[in-house]
């Protein structure tokens, strides 16, 4: 990615550079090419993300690898009841200047200041101790004894969570789910990649990761995203999609009334639509399409939709919804 390069010339380079990362990526994880291609969005797009999966899907191994492979700081936080706010964004300590003998505070930084921070757990923390981090992915900035401090940029969080072990965890509130631009499902192996994996012998191999992109690349590429342009007929597709989840509208489908207590905001919607440019870009085209819309609806809704008791006692899914929306808009 040459300096003068159009925007053109630039999305040719993110597809190769796209091929380049999976293969990396594929020395260490196998499968799991939708879990990857949705972490690149979400990067590239400069959002955060929520991976919910069960233990030894190699959630952490996926995160410490995209960031070797990208040149990027990575921290990792093992969130647990006894964290404080001051252990992930750092603490002030009193130290005496041997010369002068005059004492000052010196501030300690956290594991926060890193590019790539892996939040795991989250939800095992107190909720004090889970806004001290999303205050920093809001605003990109920590403030500690009344100074302010920038987060270096990207700056990329990914928190993690086990959807089966709820014991003794505190579940993030809604308005603070909302500022993931992603919800990721990892899910089981196929049988065949599953047979790959049992062929590895834990924690004995160590591959050779080449690097294939740093920091400045990944922020031009922020950059070249807000620039692509999107048609109206899908702008609209994408707005009326996320207005649907909303039982308080006037034509809401029935089975949103019956299920949904809580539709998703406008920050939904400014996620999709740049989510489908993302996605669009990775895969070599300049402007999303319908379909890049409908690729990236599941992750960026899964987690806006709040269900109520009937969906709940009826086994209806955040994602089974949003597969009858899309049904729904389709027949529009």
């Given at each position: ?27 260490v ?32 191994l ?51 200041f ?10 095992r ?30 700056f ?52 050779n ?58 920050r939904?919607t ?63």
């Amino acid at each position: 990615m040459k300096k003068g390069k159009s925007d053109v010339e630039l999305v040719k380079t993110l597809q190769d550079t796209r091929q380049r990362i999976e293969k990396e990526i594929s020395k260490v994880i196998i499968g799991q090419k939708g879990v990857i291609k949705e972490l690149l969005i979400a990067l590239i797009s400069g959002g955060h993300c929520l991976i919910v999966g069960v233990p030894g899907l190699a959630k952490t191994l996926l995160v410490n690898t995209l960031s070797q492979i990208l040149s990027l700081r990575f921290n990792r936080i093992q969130f647990t009841p006894d964290l404080m706010p001051s252990d992930i964004t750092g603490t002030d300590i009193l130290e005496e200047d041997e010369n002068t003998g005059k004492r000052r505070f010196r501030f300690i930084k956290g594991p926060i200041f890193a590019n790539v921070v892996l939040a795991d757990e989250i939800n095992r923390t107190p909720p004090k101790t889970q806004a001290a981090l999303l205050q920093a992915m809001q605003e990109h900035k920590v403030t500690a004894g009344g100074v302010t401090y920038s987060l270096e940029q990207p700056f990329f969080v990914l928190a993690t969570q086990n959807p089966i072990e709820q014991e003794g965890t505190y579940p993030l509130p809604e308005a603070q789910l909302d500022r993931f631009m992603f919800n990721i499902l990892i899910e089981y192996p196929d049988e065949e990649e599953e047979l790959g994996i049992a062929r590895l012998h834990p924690g004995s191999f160590k591959a050779n990761l080449n690097p294939v992109l740093d920091g400045k690349k990944i922020l031009m590429l922020q950059e070249l995203v807000k620039r692509v342009p999107i048609s109206e007929s899908v702008l609209r597709y994408a707005v009326r999609l996320v207005a649907l989840t909303r039982p308080d509208l006037r034509d809401a489908p029935d089975f949103v009334k019956e299920w949904i207590s809580w539709g998703a905001s406008p920050r939904a919607t400014q996620y999709l639509v740049l989510a489908a440019k993302t996605s669009a870009l990775l895969d070599g085209r300049y402007t999303p399409g319908i379909e890049d819309i409908k690729e990236v609806v599941h992750p960026t809704l899964r987690h806006r939709i709040i269900t109520n008791f009937n969906a709940e006692a009826e086994g209806i899914t955040t994602d089974r919804i949003i597969d009858f929306l899309i049904e729904k808009v389709d027949k529009i």
